[in-house]
């Protein structure tokens, strides 16, 4: 077998991978790009090379050994992005889970470490692949030794060999040193001779081959100017050559037979990707969790297929499963049912329960105890039959989401798996995955339905156990029980729109796009694609000659945030911003929302998520009807799509105030805020009147402005760069608001240190409920990690207990209607916002009860607010 060393240059791949990718980050917060896209890198040259041995470099630190020849080298860079250190630690990780070795040198750079295994490994006979988005590397292109270099993207690569140079430059691998000596290297900071750019480098090489015999033969260079720079800097163009030249011969203490490549330690991969959230690349690598339940025998089941369905099968208590495969399961069949109880263990086939009175009767008895996993989704799905699911007295997923939220739970086989039952497959090794999915013969899908039945009867009592000692009981019955089947009846009734007025909106739109893609075009003096960002870096700074703020591996940045610094210099800046804006809200929100609305009902039957964030809060999908923008005028329109189901009928909007500032004071106890809250002051104004130490008519609305956004950003542990990012000022004015805030509310600042070094201690946080949220980064070595995990702590007694707030409120609100005998409906909950649908003769009733039962879900040391509105659509429920 031939032997091949790949070397791949790990900053350099790590940096094209940020700057290639959006800024991806996981549930934690914590971004993630840059180790996708490393990953992605390692997965096809592992895939396409095969090799034997492997080494990834990395720079040991900002000096080298160069730096004493010239000290502006690499002079002038950019810090690094601290969205880019915070993965380091994690590539490190990755890169250990591959078992693939990484080596770093004190003084010198991974380019001098690959420079030196790789002539190491050609004199011992090696194949030799170099990976870098680094073109420097290509000088070590040899017979033995080829270079790939990354070009657009990540994994689009420019493959070097001797030839290839020839037909690009006409110049030898050795000669590539030759050229940066003279054309300089502006990334690496290395001068150059002022002046002589590719062309001419180029150009002289080809006549005198390199720096040194061409400096001996300045006088037969054509071109007086070019002679002058040749010979005022001879020196320096000596120096630059020096400087570009990879040294060979590095003290690099690894030997080629240090690095052979194993294969990949697959479990320590898959826990990474899991906690990384790279479901996409799980799909890449074998799961030996799934192989050995795939591959390994399991145990018969003792079950019965059930013929005919009778009562004496349908004893209480039942641990009862429902099977729908589609993620969407407003529009999908139900495969099949499992049951076990003190009777047996049985599978009930859809079209034999669905056509049943007895199994109706049954399902819909109260009195009847359910265990289910997914009460929500069973409840939806089979609403869709006419049967109203009753009777459920546990829910698998819900305390399995409330024993540790930072799991992912993919299925019913993820779960007992954490709990070390092995004996059912994930539904993606049962089904298969992508265009493999399918659904088997009744008779191989009658066991694996069973087999969940069976889960919930072995960990039932695990999780009541875990529950109990959390102290989460209340928690799980008083409220997240009771709300999953709220959260079913607004799915099922859905929230009506009107077509006809989101049809005409896009096409308002499309005008609005239209006059803005020709006043851009005016501006900028020539038509282009305003989605280019290569494209309209050239107008704006190329031809307009605007000052570039950024610049990425592939050219000028044009993102929002740099577009927003320029706003002032042009004004074709406003009009692509708001071009972009009104695009985006074409896009996703016009087209996306029509794609979703229910042809025979109008409806959007959105999925509210109850066991997803960490925080607790309620998330939507399919689509989400909780991010429609309302900050633009026109993302605002949206809603006036959204109308009563019922003729006649009205929208009612009720929102709490300021819930999370509210907490807060109730949490932290400080007198200042609490006593604020309890006089209605606005505490805005409050706070500025405290930081600023003046009167309240005193309080100006800039100042105000400013104690907003320190009041809202001290709740989730803002900094002083983030404050001074937020309102514009310096980070030294943003340091010095939030020291006076803190000295201002001495009460919040103790709360803030209290809850981190509880968190460190406990290793979790808990709110007003005591749902829990695990931190397992705040005793980190990581500096980045530590400080994500304190912010994080100091964020979720707060956002979590607004979250448990609202969701009580969904409940007694419920409770309220029924109790009134009202035809008032909840159609959604948006953050803090309920909205209803309700008849205009109840709207006087609801707004007395709303806001009671709202103000009073809780008792805090302060008082809860509700504001409430109401109109034709939601737009004017404000």
Same mark, same amino acid.
């Given at each position: @077998?031939?032997?091949?060393?790949?070397?791949?240059?790990?900053?350099?791949?790590?940096?094209?991978?940020?700057?290639?990718?959006?800024?991806?980050?996981?549930?934690?917060?914590?971004?993630?790009?840059?180790?996708?896209?490393?990953?992605?890198?390692?997965?096809?040259?592992?895939?396409?090379?095969?090799?034997?041995? @492997?080494?990834?470099?990395?720079?040991?630190?900002?000096?080298?050994?160069?730096?004493?020849?010239?000290?502006?080298?690499?002079?002038?860079?950019?810090?690094?992005?601290?969205?880019?250190?915070?993965? !380091?630690?994690?590539?490190?990780?990755?890169?250990?889970?591959?078992?693939?070795?990484?080596?770093?040198?004190?003084?010198?750079?991974?380019?001098?470490?690959?420079?030196?295994?790789?002539?190491?490994?050609?004199?011992?006979?090696?194949?030799?692949?170099?990976?870098?988005?680094?073109?420097?590397?290509?000088?070590?292109?040899?017979? =033995?030794?080829?270079?790939?270099?990354?070009?657009?993207?990540?994994?689009?690569?420019?493959?070097?060999?001797?030839?290839?140079?020839?037909?690009?430059?006409?110049?030898?691998?050795?000669?590539?040193?030759?050229?940066?000596?003279?054309?300089?290297?502006?990334?690496?900071?290395?001068?150059?001779?002022?002046?002589?750019?590719?062309?001419?480098?180029?150009?002289?090489?080809?006549?005198?081959?390199?720096?040194?015999?061409?400096?001996?033969?300045?006088?037969?260079?054509?071109?007086?100017?070019?002679?002058?720079?040749?010979?005022?800097?001879?020196?320096?163009?000596?120096?630059?050559?020096?400087?570009?030249?990879?040294?060979?011969?590095?003290?690099?203490?690894?030997?080629?037979?240090?690095?052979?490549?194993?294969?990949?330690?697959?479990?320590?991969?898959?826990?990474?990707?899991?906690?990384?959230?790279?479901?996409?690349?799980?799909?890449?690598?074998?799961?030996?969790?799934?192989?050995?339940?795939?591959?390994?025998?399991?145990?018969?089941?003792?079950?019965?297929?059930?013929?005919?369905?009778?009562?004496?099968?349908?004893?209480?208590?039942?641990?009862?499963?429902?099977?729908?495969?589609?993620?969407?399961?407003?529009?999908?069949?139900?495969?099949? !049912?499992?049951?076990?109880?003190?009777?047996?263990?049985?599978?009930?086939?859809?079209?034999?329960?669905?056509?049943?009175?007895?199994?109706?009767?049954?399902?819909?008895?109260?009195?009847?105890?359910?265990?289910?996993?997914?009460?929500?989704?069973?409840?939806?799905?089979?609403?869709?039959?006419?049967?109203?699911?009753?009777?459920?007295?546990?829910?698998?997923?819900?305390?399995?989401?409330?024993?540790?939220?930072?799991?992912?739970?993919?299925?019913?086989?993820?779960?007992?798996?954490?709990?070390?039952?092995?004996?059912?497959?994930?539904?993606?090794?049962?089904?298969? $995955?992508?265009?493999?999915?399918?659904?088997?013969?009744?008779?191989?899908?009658?066991?694996?339905?069973?087999?969940?039945?069976?889960?919930?009867?072995?960990?039932?009592?695990?999780?009541?156990?875990?529950?109990?000692?959390?102290?989460?009981?209340?928690?799980?019955?008083?409220?997240?029980?009771?709300?999953?089947?709220?959260?079913?009846?607004?799915?099922?009734?859905?929230?009506?729109?009107?077509?006809?007025?989101?049809?005409?909106?896009?096409?308002?739109?499309?005008?609005?796009?239209?006059?803005?893609?020709?006043?851009?075009?005016?501006?900028?003096?020539?038509?282009?694609?305003?989605?280019?960002?290569?494209?309209?870096?050239?107008?704006?700074?190329?031809?307009?000659?605007?000052?570039?703020?950024?610049?990425?591996?592939?050219?000028?940045?044009?993102?929002?945030?740099?577009?927003?610094?320029?706003?002032?210099?042009?004004?074709?800046?406003?009009?692509?911003?708001?071009?972009?804006?009104?695009? $985006?809200?074409?896009?996703?929100?016009?087209?996306?929302?029509?794609?979703?609305?229910?042809?025979?009902?109008?409806?959007?039957?959105?999925?509210?998520?109850?066991?997803?964030?960490?925080?607790?809060?309620?998330?939507?999908?399919?689509?989400?009807?909780?991010?429609?923008?309302?900050?633009?005028?026109?993302?605002?329109?949206?809603?006036?799509?959204?109308?009563?189901?019922?003729?006649?009928?009205?929208?009612?909007?009720?929102?709490?105030?300021?819930?999370?500032?509210?907490?807060?004071?109730?949490?932290?106890?400080?007198?200042?805020?609490?006593?604020?809250?309890?006089?209605?002051?606005?505490?805005?104004?409050?706070?500025?009147?405290?930081?600023?130490?003046?009167?309240?008519?005193?309080?100006?609305?800039?100042? =105000?402005?400013?104690?907003?956004?320190?009041?809202?950003?001290?709740?989730?542990?803002?900094?002083?760069?983030?404050?001074?990012?937020?309102?514009?000022?310096?980070?030294?004015?943003?340091?010095?608001?939030?020291?006076?805030?803190?000295?201002?509310?001495?009460?919040?600042?103790?709360?803030?240190?209290?809850?981190?070094?509880?968190?460190?201690?406990?290793?979790?946080?808990?709110?007003?409920?005591?749902?829990?949220?695990?931190?397992?980064?705040?005793?980190?070595?990581?500096?980045?990690?530590?400080?994500?995990?304190?912010?994080?702590?100091?964020?979720?007694?707060?956002?979590?207990?607004?979250?448990?707030?609202?969701?009580?409120?969904?409940?007694?609100?419920?409770?309220?209607?029924?109790?009134?005998?009202?035809?008032?409906?909840?159609?959604?909950?948006?953050?803090?916002?309920?909205?209803?649908?309700?008849?205009?003769?109840?709207?006087?009733?609801?707004?007395?009860?709303?806001?009671?039962?709202?103000?009073?879900?809780?008792?805090?040391?302060?008082?809860?607010?509700?504001?409430?509105?109401?109109?034709?659509?939601?737009?004017?429920?404000?």
């Amino acid at each position: @077998m031939s032997k091949k060393l790949v070397l791949i240059d790990g900053n350099s791949i790590a940096y094209r991978a940020f700057f290639a990718l959006p800024l991806l980050h996981n549930e934690k917060g914590i971004h993630t790009n840059a180790v996708y896209g490393f990953t992605m890198m390692l997965l096809k040259i592992l895939e396409e090379e095969k090799p034997t041995h @492997m080494l990834v470099a990395f720079d040991a630190g900002k000096t080298t050994f160069r730096h004493q020849t010239f000290s502006e080298y690499k002079g002038g860079r950019q810090k690094t992005p601290p969205e880019l250190s915070e993965q !380091f630690p994690f590539l490190r990780e990755l890169l250990d889970a591959f078992q693939i070795p990484r080596y770093e040198l004190e003084n010198y750079e991974a380019d001098d470490i690959i420079g030196t295994m790789s002539l190491q490994a050609e004199k011992e006979g090696y194949e030799v692949k170099v990976y870098s988005g680094d073109k420097d590397l290509t000088q070590l292109s040899s017979e =033995r030794t080829t270079v790939g270099i990354t070009r657009k993207g990540i994994t689009d690569i420019e493959v070097y060999t001797p030839e290839h140079i020839e037909e690009k430059y006409g110049l030898t691998p050795q000669q590539i040193i030759d050229m940066k000596g003279l054309m300089g290297d502006q990334s690496d900071n290395i001068p150059g001779v002022p002046g002589v750019g590719e062309k001419t480098a180029i150009k002289l090489l080809k006549e005198f081959h390199t720096v040194e015999e061409l400096l001996q033969s300045i006088d037969q260079v054509s071109g007086k100017k070019l002679k002058e720079k040749l010979t005022e800097f001879k020196e320096q163009a000596i120096m630059s050559k020096e400087l570009a030249t990879i040294l060979r011969e590095a003290p690099v203490d690894v030997q080629i037979g240090d690095i052979q490549f194993k294969e990949y330690d697959k479990e320590k991969l898959i826990a990474l990707f899991k906690e990384l959230g790279f479901q996409s690349l799980l799909n890449k690598i074998d799961d030996p969790d799934e192989a050995a339940a795939d591959d390994a025998v399991l145990e018969d089941i003792d079950f019965a297929m059930v013929e005919e369905i009778k009562e004496e099968i349908l004893v209480c208590p039942s641990y009862f499963y429902v099977e729908v495969l589609e993620d969407n399961y407003h529009y999908a069949d139900i495969l099949g !049912f499992s049951l076990v109880n003190e009777k047996g263990a049985f599978f009930i086939s859809h079209s034999l329960a669905l056509n049943s009175p007895i199994f109706k009767a049954w399902a819909e008895d109260e009195t009847k105890k359910k265990i289910v996993y997914d009460a929500k989704r069973s409840e939806v799905v089979l609403r869709h039959h006419g049967i109203h699911l009753s009777g459920v007295s546990f829910d698998l997923l819900i305390a399995s989401y409330l024993a540790d939220p930072s799991e992912t739970i993919e299925d019913i086989a993820s779960i007992a798996k954490r709990y070390g039952v092995s004996d059912v497959q994930s539904d993606d090794v049962f089904y298969g $995955k992508g265009a493999k999915r399918s659904v088997p013969e009744e008779k191989l899908l009658a066991p694996h339905l069973v087999r969940k039945a069976l889960v919930l009867s072995q960990l039932e009592e695990k999780l009541q156990e875990e529950l109990k000692s959390n102290h989460q009981l209340e928690l799980f019955y008083d409220l997240e029980m009771p709300l999953s089947l709220i959260l079913a009846d607004m799915e099922s009734q859905g929230v009506k729109v009107d077509r006809e007025r989101l049809l005409a909106m896009g096409e308002e739109l499309k005008g609005r796009l239209a006059q803005l893609e020709a006043n851009i075009y005016s501006l900028a003096g020539e038509t282009f694609n305003i989605n280019s960002p290569k494209q309209l870096g050239v107008i704006l700074f190329e031809k307009l000659g605007l000052p570039v703020i950024k610049k990425t591996k592939t050219g000028y940045s044009t993102s929002a945030d740099v577009l927003e610094q320029l706003e002032q210099s042009h004004e074709i800046i406003a009009e692509i911003l708001h071009f972009r804006q009104l695009g $985006k809200l074409q896009s996703t929100y016009i087209e996306g929302l029509l794609k979703v609305v229910n042809s025979k009902t109008d409806k959007i039957h959105t999925i509210f998520n109850q066991t997803l964030t960490q925080t607790g809060r309620l998330s939507s999908t399919d689509p989400n009807l909780q991010n429609i923008p309302i900050r633009l005028e026109e993302g605002r329109k949206i809603r006036q799509a959204f109308v009563p189901s019922e003729s006649g009928w009205v929208i009612f909007a009720a929102d709490y105030s300021q819930i999370e500032l509210r907490v807060l004071a109730h949490i932290a106890g400080d007198e200042k805020l609490i006593q604020a809250f309890k006089e209605g002051m606005d505490i805005h104004t409050k706070t500025a009147m405290e930081v600023f130490h003046v009167e309240k008519d005193e309080v100006t609305s800039n100042m =105000r402005r400013h104690a907003k956004a320190v009041n809202f950003g001290i709740v989730y542990g803002i900094s002083d760069y983030g404050l001074s990012q937020s309102l514009k000022i310096t980070r030294k004015e943003a340091g010095n608001f939030i020291t006076r805030y803190l000295e201002s509310y001495p009460k919040v600042k103790d709360y803030m240190e209290d809850i981190v070094r509880e968190a460190k201690q406990k290793g979790y946080v808990t709110t007003l409920l005591h749902r829990r949220r695990y931190l397992p980064e705040i005793t980190s070595r990581n500096f980045n990690l530590k400080s994500f995990a304190e912010r994080t702590a100091m964020n979720t007694p707060i956002q979590g207990s607004a979250a448990d707030i609202i969701k009580k409120a969904m409940i007694d609100m419920a409770e309220r209607l029924k109790t009134e005998g009202l035809q008032t409906r909840l159609l959604l909950q948006v953050h803090d916002e309920l909205i209803f649908e309700a008849p205009p003769e109840e709207i006087e009733k609801l707004k007395l009860i709303v806001p009671e039962v709202m103000e009073n879900a809780v008792e805090l040391k302060v008082p809860l607010k509700v504001d409430y509105a109401y109109g034709p659509t939601w737009f004017d429920a404000k």
